[in-house]
């Protein structure tokens, strides 16, 4: 998306304002589309006028209303208001916030239900921010390639417009905040799983018929005495003397993530195999489904998997080459900001 500078003459004085334009594909070749009109001009018919008060309304993908308080809140009609001329010579701009990749981010956050979703799934207590909030926050941060809550809390939430968006103080958003709000999250994960597999049946019409699974690592600076999956195993940082735990990722061949599930540190991989297909029948049934992972020829580990093709005739693996390649594109369309530093 990219700003775009209008002039309109009313009555023999000229207004100049501003358009958010976007570039959409269509059969005739791309073209460009106004998402919303910033600083109205006068003389516009209101059915027509757009401004930073009707963004809530985009986002819910439903007619804008004349104001607009905090996101999904409408208001009544504002009066009509004066215009008057400016001379920008004198004036200066403060506070330039980050707006697009944020504005899309919460697009795709409220067009996916998940505020609606986290909404029923949480009960509230006596937090000051809302955790649905919290949780927003954190993936329009990661969207937009943030790589900890620690720089979101101190720098990045202040330089992006989610203030406005959402109507939460920057002071409110610090990081024992954003920490608390991923323990949330974890204890919601199943839930939001199966919310996100239905959405890409309903959008995409995926039926899940071809999955992709492999296995990553993550380790730990210091002792994890608290972490009870922490452990010494195959380090793919080349960093044995710490602990890490391991993770398996389920995608389709789309880049889209299915399921997650984090093992112990010292866990082999083609043990994640077994558990993790268990775990997704028994959570999502068990469809005409085929598995593909990535093994090195003549392993173990892959004589163990080829015995588990024998009960699961739907497995199989590929080259190593091939998955490791496959592996880096999907991580990175997941954690963007690991996938450059992660072996696999």
């Known amino acids: 998306m990219f700003l775009r500078r209008n002039r309109r003459v ?17 059969i005739k070749g791309p073209r460009q589309q106004v998402v919303a009109t910033l600083g109205k001009e006068p003389g516009l018919e209101s059915g027509v006028r757009r401004g930073w008060e009707q963004i809530g309304d985009m986002l819910e ?27 920008v010579q004198g004036v200066r701009v ?16 409220r067009r996916l239900g998940l ?17 649905e909030v919290v949780a927003c926050i954190l993936t329009v941060a990661r969207f937009c390639g943030q790589k900890s809550e620690l720089e979101v809390a101190e720098r990045w939430y202040a330089d992006s417009a989610l203030e406005d968006l959402l109507g939460v103080a920057i ?16 204890r919601r994960k199943d839930e939001l799983c199966a919310h996100l597999q239905e959405r890409y049946r309903s959008w995409f019409g995926l039926e899940f018929e071809f999955l992709i699974y ?15 999956k922490a452990a010494r195993g195959y380090s793919r940082d080349n960093r044995s003397d710490c602990k890490q735990v391991n993770i398996g990722l389920v995608v389709t061949p789309e880049g889209l993530p299915v399921g997650y599930e984090v093992f112990a540190g010292n866990t082999a991989d083609v043990s994640t195999v077994e558990e993790m297909i268990e775990m997704m029948e028994v959570k999502y049934g068990q469809p005409k489904r085929i598995w593909v992972m990535g093994l090195r020829p003549g392993d ?8 588990l093709g024998a009960t699961r005739p739907r497995c199989v693996s590929a080259p190593d080459q091939l ?22």
């Open 214 to 228: 492999d296995v990553t690592s993550t380790y730990f600076e210091g002792e994890a005495a608290s972490n009870k």
């Open 323 to 344: 998955r490791r390649e496959g592996s880096r594109k999907t991580l990175a369309l997941v954690y963007p900001a690991h996938a450059s530093r992660r072996r696999f």
């Open 10 to 26: 009313v009555d023999g004085v000229a207004y100049d304002y501003w358009s958010l334009v976007k570039t959409v594909r269509t």
């Open 115 to 131: 505020h609606r979703l986290l909404e029923e799934l949480i009960e509230p207590g006596r937090e000051e921010v809302p955790w």
């Open 300 to 307: 173990h580990r892959t004589r163990r998997a080829n015995d």
């Open 94 to 109: 403060e506070r330039v916030r980050e707006f697009g990749e944020v504005y899309l981010a919460l697009s795709l956050w």
């Open 171 to 186: 002071p409110l958003v610090n990081d024992s905040r954003l920490y608390r709000g991923l323990d949330v999250l974890l």
């Open 61 to 87: 993908g439903r007619e804008p209303s004349g104001m607009q308080g905090l996101l999904g809140e409408s208001m009544p009609d504002a009066p009509r208001r004066q215009w008057a001329q400016v001379d």
